[in-house]
């Protein structure tokens, strides 16, 4: 025996009335017998409420509600049955619209709508809809009655939420179906008390109503069915990827449903719990979908997690001070106060301290529950004992939920670190010693990004999202746009990694879409109709968006993104970028940038700063961490000085090797910046400052090797120019060395905490003679490498190397804010 529950939508027109006919009529033919419950027409309760507020404000136009009951159902009527068959369905229902009528025209004399009379009221839209699907079923050879629960279901007087009478209603239940051989369409929600007056069941009365059938006659089980497919992780109106969970728990379902999911009220699972009837919750419109079963088992433990819910909108109260501590009876009072005033609390924490209890209320009834407590512990507000109490707003409750949890260490670490690592701060915490929900009070702008972290940490193991944001699309950023294009499969596969291209920008455009923009396109493409780019706007931008797991990557040569790195970081969103001006300014903004990253538990990375792709940050700090001291640093710092100085043996003149340096895209975007020992000094003064020593900007001793009217030129291709006019001052230095056998290198120095930048001429015994193409070459004498110094040699420059540099930090980010 099974007992089907359709709700309004699955029988609220015509075609769904078909549907859900075709569903009983399957169950006809497998079981011996199917009790179906149902509700009113979708919107007809709700009509019917409107028409009963209008009749009693003297508001005539509740006839005009009464006239759109009438023509829906009758509507219905015409078009689900042939005519011969209509006039008698017609006949009856038109006597209850009369009897709607008048009640609504007492109503509206009386100038009065009391409980009893809406309870009464509201009966009709399920005793309407069971009529009409009970004789369209018979009508489709599937012999069906509609059947009145006033009958049998018995209630005390507590009009609009009548408690059911157990006992009797069981025996009557029992008695009344014994034996039938139709399938009864009983009215959901409806029900009487010992008068026989109409008493409704409350909110999920439906639910509530099949579920008591389904107790009393001990059903194998009871199905629910509604519009959607089952008790989903989430709500998917936020979540795109939330999905239907095949079983959950009785208890789980009553915590779910407790916070926000709407597929089931729990009071309504009680029947079917206590002689543990399993529930399944299915989609009318959707019959071969098996749905969600509650039962006693939580299943499927591989999900420690069943569901994660939330409540929009709540406000916080804290009580606390001294007055508090250690005095017993504290707690009693404040929700005997809360109590008295009917206030529904939805969660309560103290800290072991016994100086504060907070707790979360809906906002309704945040006045009123200031109200309370302040008079409760208005005598200790005067003394000082207790402070007034702190309203918080504008915030949100999230709760994970599941019964496999208990007793599994990690799901609060996984829980938290997600929120952490999102920025999402926690303003209070409950978790109950049942361990089957873990509540946490958040703003609720974080909502939307905590509820997509939650649900991609808990059940979407199979791919996390990573936002980037890309600032500069010139040869790094288009080329790492490229490397992203042609690894994104492999990414997702391999690394369970999906990246979103969520914001681009160079400097004239910029555009921005948290649904990520079309990473197939040409940056071209991705930037056109495009807004005018401030840079300003778009981190503002991307602090709005809010998003999870969000990177700004900034591939430009200016300070335009570093002004806001400190800002960008505050905001929990991390940052991996070539850009070397922003270790290489003042020490003060070095550090800076460090502390806010630590700080909010993002990264800020910058392997690229120095030998571009080549790992030289990454394995200094390990040294460094690991105890060891580093003594010197010797380096080949500059891909492009390596390229010329290596290439520059007199065949061609020195502009033209330049040239080359730049077409190969090794030079810095304007090539001074390479040749004035400037970038060189940058990299120097970073790494001595990874290696620990406090240094400035013009603490590096920099020789700069280009003739003063290249450094005055206005332009590159002027500067070209002024280079091929000093040609000789250049093939000079190069052949004095060679007459000496050696030849010129660029190298950075950091000794005894001194940094220093110089063109020298280096004979073959030198580390550095034999370097060819753009190889940096970096040597660390440490107290551990002190006889052999540990050496890094490799091309220190060009798009592919660097971009590929950038892009293992994005990954490594993505990891560390998914993983942990
Ligand atoms: N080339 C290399 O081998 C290495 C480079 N680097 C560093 O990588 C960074 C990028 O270099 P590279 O790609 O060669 O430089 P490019 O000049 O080719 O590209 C710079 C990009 O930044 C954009 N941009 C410039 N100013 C702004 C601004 N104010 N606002 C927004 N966008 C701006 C440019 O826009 P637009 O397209 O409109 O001009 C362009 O897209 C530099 O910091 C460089 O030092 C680090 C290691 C190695
Ligand atoms: N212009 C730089 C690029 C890398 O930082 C170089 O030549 O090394
Ligand atoms: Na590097």
Aim: proline share 3%; with cysteine.
């Amino acid at each position: 025996m099974r007992v089907l529950k359709f709700g309004g939508t699955s029988v609220g027109s015509a075609d769904n009335i078909r549907q859900t006919a075709s569903i009983i009529k399957s169950y006809q033919e497998k079981y011996d017998t199917t009790i179906v419950v149902v509700s009113a027409m979708s919107g007809i309760t709700n009509a019917l409420i409107e028409a009963g507020k209008k009749a009693a404000q003297q508001d005539e136009t509740y006839k005009e509600i009464h006239t759109t009951i009438e023509t829906k159902h009758l509507d219905t009527i015409r078009s689900l049955m042939e005519v011969s068959e209509q006039s008698s369905l017609i006949a009856q229902l038109k006597v209850q619209l009369n009897e709607i009528d008048e009640l609504l025209h007492g109503i509206f004399l009386i100038k009065e709508l009391s409980k009893r009379v809406l309870d009464m009221l509201q009966s009709y839209g399920e005793r309407m809809s069971s009529l009409i699907i009970a004789t369209y079923l018979t009508q489709e050879g599937c012999p069906a009655k509609a059947e009145d629960a006033r009958k049998f279901i018995r209630t005390d007087q507590t009009f609009g939420a009548a408690k059911v009478n157990q006992s009797y209603t069981e025996d009557a239940i029992q008695t009344y179906f014994a034996g039938v051989d139709y399938t009864p369409i009983v009215t959901g929600f409806c029900a009487s008390d010992h008068t026989g007056e109409t008493t409704t069941l409350g909110r999920g009365g439906s639910d509530y109503t099949a579920a008591i059938i389904g107790g009393a006659l001990e059903a194998e089980e009871i199905e629910i069915w509604t519009d959607v497919d089952g008790i989903m992780t989430t709500d998917p109106r936020i979540v795109k990827d939330a999905f239907s969970l095949d079983q959950i728990s009785y208890e789980e379902a009553m915590e779910l449903s407790h916070f926000g999911a709407k597929v089931i009220y729990p009071p309504t699972i009680l029947p079917a719990l206590e002689k543990k009837i399993p529930i399944s919750i299915r989609n009318t419109f959707n019959p071969a979908y098996p749905g969600t079963m509650i039962c006693e088992e939580s299943g499927n433990e591989e999900l420690p997690i069943k569901g994660i819910s939330s409540i929009k909108e709540v406000h916080l109260l804290t009580l606390s001070g001294s007055g508090l501590i250690g005095i017993p009876g504290v707690s009693s009072r404040l929700f005997s106060a809360l109590g008295n005033a009917n206030i529904n609390v939805i969660l309560i924490t103290q800290a072991s301290s016994e100086h504060s209890i907070t707790l979360a209320v809906l906002p309704e009834f945040a006045e009123d529950a200031e109200e309370a407590i302040t008079n409760e512990f208005s005598a200790e507000i005067e003394r000082g004992k207790v402070d007034i109490v702190h309203v918080e707003e504008s915030l949100s409750v999230i709760a994970v939920v599941g019964e496999n949890m208990k007793h599994t260490p990690g799901i609060s670490g996984k829980f938290f670190s997600a929120l952490g690592k999102n920025g999402i701060n926690v303003a209070a915490i409950a978790q109950g010693s049942s361990e089957l929900n873990i509540s946490v009070v958040i703003k609720n702008s974080d909502l939307k990004k905590a509820l997509n972290a939650l649900h991609e940490k808990f059940f979407e193991q199979d791919l996390n999202t990573i936002h980037l944001y890309m600032i500069g699309a010139g040869l790094i950023g288009s080329t790492l746009l490229n490397q992203i294009r042609q690894q994104t499969e492999f990414l997702q596969n391999d690394q369970k990694l999906k990246i979103r291209l969520a914001g681009l920008a160079n400097s004239k455009l910029m555009k921005l879409d948290e649904k990520g923009l079309d990473i197939s396109l040409s940056k071209e493409e991705l930037l056109k109709d495009a807004e005018p780019v401030d840079v300003a706007q778009f981190v503002d931008r991307v602090k709005a968006m809010n998003m999870r797991n969000s990177i700004i990557v900034d591939c430009t040569p200016t300070m335009a993104v570093v002004d806001h790195y400190e800002d960008i970081l505050s905001n929990s969103i991390s940052i991996t970028t070539p850009n070397k001006l922003a270790n290489s300014g003042s020490l003060a903004d070095y550090k800076r940038y460090q502390k806010a990253a630590n700080r909010r538990g993002v990264k800020f990375c910058y392997e690229t700063n120095v030998g571009a792709g080549l790992p030289v940050i990454s394995p200094l700090n390990d040294l460094k961490y690991s105890g060891d001291q580093i003594l010197k640093i010797e380096g080949i710092l500059s891909g492009t000085l390596s390229y010329i100085f290596n290439s520059f043996d007199g065949s061609v003149p020195f502009a033209e090797v330049v040239r080359t340096a730049q077409e190969k895209g090794f030079t810095e975007p304007d090539p001074r910046d390479d040749l004035n020992g400037m970038d060189v000094a940058r990299k120097i003064l970073i790494l001595a400052r990874e290696a620990g020593y406090a240094l400035e900007p013009s603490d590096v001793d920099v020789e700069n090797i280009l003739p003063q009217s290249c450094l005055d030129a206005q332009t590159v291709d002027d500067f070209y120019a002024e280079l091929e006019s000093n040609a000789d001052f250049f093939e000079n230095r190069r052949e004095q060395a060679a007459n000496e056998g050696k030849v010129l290198r660029f190298i950075a120095t950091l000794e005894n905490g001194q940094a220093s930048v110089n063109l020298e001429a280096v004979d073959q015994s030198h580390p550095f003679y034999h370097l060819s193409g753009s190889d940096n070459m970096i040597a660390f004498t440490t107290k551990r490498y002190l006889n052999e110094p540990l050496i890094i040699k490799g091309p220190g420059a060009g798009a592919e190397v660097t971009a590929a540099g950038v892009f293992a930090e994005v990954i490594s980010i993505g990891n560390y804010l998914v993983n942990g």
